[in-house]
T-cell receptor, first 117, second 112 residues
């Protein structure tokens, strides 16, 4: 059973270009999360999606960032007009439908490292 | 708000030493608590979790006990190995929610 698959693993973009990061959740998982990890820092929540719906985007920057999880295909995190400060590791995670009120395990992918030059 | 505070790193120990990484939290309600581990260049892997007060999570020789009275979830291991070198993240999950709130991470290096 494949885990959470992210691609590309490494992406280099020039300032002003667009970055698209893709995430395929684990089989049977319908919830996807995106986190950002800046160098030498912890993970910051960005957005939580279910199929075709954004559930919580409280951690998303107001501009240039968007996320989707269509009915078919992977989840996409899109960063328009990238700047050097966007350089970070972006982790996708997934989970199944909540089986309990608490303690539902979330599984992480190996991350996509974005470098803006 | 909900937050997690971890012991600042980096932490450097010799092989077979005893390990403690402190983690305290602030949360509304009764969260679940997790420890994740990140090896160099990789994603996060769940190490252990506890869902209610006094629960003990354990895995691969690591343990952590959910202490509601001190709002803590300290990670311990009796005898560390070089292969335990990694970054360790404490996290909480609010009851009824899915997303995780992470601490800043603690980098652990074990020397032979």
């Amino acid at each position: 059973n494949a885990g959470v698959m992210q691609n590309p693993r490494h992406l280099v973009r020039r300032r002003g270009q667009e970055a698209r990061l893709r995430c395929s959740p684990m089989k049977g998982h319908s919830h996807v999360y995106w986190y950002r990890q800046l160098p030498e820092e912890g993970l910051k929540f960005m957005v939580y999606l279910q199929k075709e719906n954004i559930i919580d985007e409280s951690g998303m920057p107001k501009e240039r960032f968007s996320a989707e999880f269509p009915k078919e295909g992977p989840s996409i995190l899109r960063i328009q007009q990238v700047v050097r400060g966007d350089s970070a590791a972006y982790f996708c995670a997934s989970s199944p439908e909540m089986r309990a009120v608490s303690g539902n395990t979330i599984y992480f992918g190996e991350g996509s490292w974005l470098t803006v030059v | 708000g909900n937050s997690v505070t971890q012991m600042e790193g980096p932490v450097t120990l010799s092989e077979e030493a005893f390990l403690t990484i402190n983690c305290t939290y602030t949360a509304t309600g009764y969260p679940s608590l997790f420890w994740y581990v990140q090896y160099p260049g990789e994603g996060l892997q769940l190490l252990l979790k506890a869902t209610k007060a006094d629960d003990k999570g354990s895995n691969k020789g690591f343990e952590a006990t959910y202490r509601k009275e001190t709002t803590s979830f300290h990670l311990e291991k009796g005898s560390v190995q070089v292969s335990d070198s990694a970054v360790y993240f404490c996290a909480l999950q609010i009851q009824g929610a899915q997303k995780l709130v992470f601490g800043q991470g603690t980098r652990l290096t074990i020397n032979p």
